[in-house]
């Protein structure tokens, strides 16, 4: 190999490094940033008693709102227990409400509100029976496990004020009771 060989080896190897460096910095960049958290949309939902409550109206009355989609079946049941039972203690601790959504027309509402305390707000969404987990009123904007896919049942949304979902748990039952705490503690630091 010649001199000149040589040298255009060590200028290519340059520009590699610098490539390199380039490609590698654009790839933390686009790690760091964040995709934005999803909001809740604007809509309205009738309550146990036939009621028409805006759930926007809702979340603008606490920093929280745990929100559980739930049907009558023992992981839900589970789930609404865990965040009831540890209620009136994190009520006292954090600004926060919970309100518990099932499908009126899937899942006896009567047979679930026994679960529900009287502290949370039980509210229904009408769905067909065949396609439930496509067409609650929110799966039409809202991700609900950020890969595009519908709802599960349980699914336990936090919700800020603004509507907006920093934070989203799947089916964890009566675990979810002890790491609620904690789940609200990183809520709040995902909204500062």
């Known amino acids: 190999m010649g001199y000149r060989q040589i040298k255009q080896l060590q200028i290519m190897r340059n520009y590699l490094i610098i490539l390199t460096i380039l490609v590698n910095t654009f790839i933390l960049v686009a790690q760091d940033t964040e995709t934005p958290n999803p909001t809740y949309p604007e809509v309205t939902y009738p309550d146990i008693d036939g009621n028409q409550i805006n759930i926007s109206k809702l979340f603008k009355k606490k920093e929280l709102s745990i929100v559980v989609f739930a049907i009558y ?5 589970e789930q609404i227990k865990a965040i009831t039972d540890s209620y009136d203690e994190l009520s006292k601790k954090y600004d926060l409400q919970v309100i518990i959504i099932a499908p009126s ?3 006896s509402p009567e047979k ?3 679960y ?3 502290d949370c707000i039980f509210l229904l969404d009408e769905v067909e029976k065949e396609n439930f987990k496509s ?4 799966s039409k ?3 609900l496990d950020r ?3 519908a709802i599960y049942f349980p699914q336990t949304l936090f919700v800020s004020k603004d509507g907006t979902i920093p934070l989203m748990v799947g089916a964890m039952g009566q675990k979810l009771k002890e790491h609620l705490e904690e789940l ?3 809520f709040f630091k995902k909204i500062e």
């Open 112 to 114: 679930l509100k026994k």
């Open 105 to 107: 027309n899937f899942t």
């Open 141 to 143: 904007d809202v991700p």
């Open 147 to 149: 890969n595009g896919s």
């Open 73 to 77: 079946h023992g992981g839900s049941i």
């Open 184 to 186: 609200i503690i990183d």
């Open 135 to 138: 067409n609650l009123k929110i």
């Open 116 to 118: 529900v305390s009287d």
